[in-house]
């Protein structure tokens, strides 16, 4: 009850028109007193049906205080601009991507191999915790003659802390102390 009544007691209150958007949605604010303490309120009145998704994102931050002036006109049509060229930029590389993927179609030969889905064992195999660990080894002692020497010695010292990045990183190589 009492909700309503500072609703329609508002009405009465002067509240000052703040902008306007591109959809005739207008912006309002005033200065209350709160247990002392003057905030400022702000609030939007739709034009037609009350449809919270015509709000722009720049007077959504103004009406949620994210931003303490209100969009002005000029920057609403800059950003409005904006918004244009990459809704442009988008369909410009779907297009890209449709052709490219269109001329890949034409150039590759599907093989039919009769399997469903990728090869998980080639893929496990490439973690040394796995249980065919042992081939993942030899597969390590085939690529040394293309390692670098500081690779070679990283292989062979398996430190009980975490070092190297880059070229050196080998997954689950090293444990935690137990």
């Not at 959809?23 to 037609?48: H, P, Q, S």
Request: charged letters at 35%; one cysteine or more.
């Amino acid at each position: 009850m009492s909700k309503w009544l500072g609703r329609i007691a508002g009405m009465f209150r002067s509240g000052s028109m703040v902008g306007r958007d591109k959809a005739g949605n207008r912006y309002f604010t005033r200065n209350d007193e709160v247990d002392g303490i003057l905030k400022e309120k702000r609030w939007v009145v739709f034009k037609g049906e009350e449809d919270p998704t015509s709000v722009p994102v720049e007077w959504i931050c103004w009406l949620n205080g994210q931003r303490k002036k209100a969009p002005t006109a000029e920057e609403i049509i800059e950003l409005e601009a904006k918004r244009e060229r990459v809704r442009q930029n988008v369909a410009l590389l779907k297009k890209e991507e449709e052709e490219r993927k269109a001329r890949e179609g034409a150039t590759r030969k599907v093989v039919n191999t009769g399997k469903r889905g990728p090869d998980l064992k080639s893929f496990i195999r490439q973690f040394p915790g796995s249980s065919e660990g042992d081939k993942h080894k030899d597969e390590i002692n085939e690529m040394d003659g293309v390692r670098t020497s500081k690779e070679k010695e990283a292989v062979k010292q398996e430190s009980t802390e975490p070092t190297g990045s880059g070229q050196t990183f080998k997954p689950g190589t090293w444990h935690p102390p137990t």
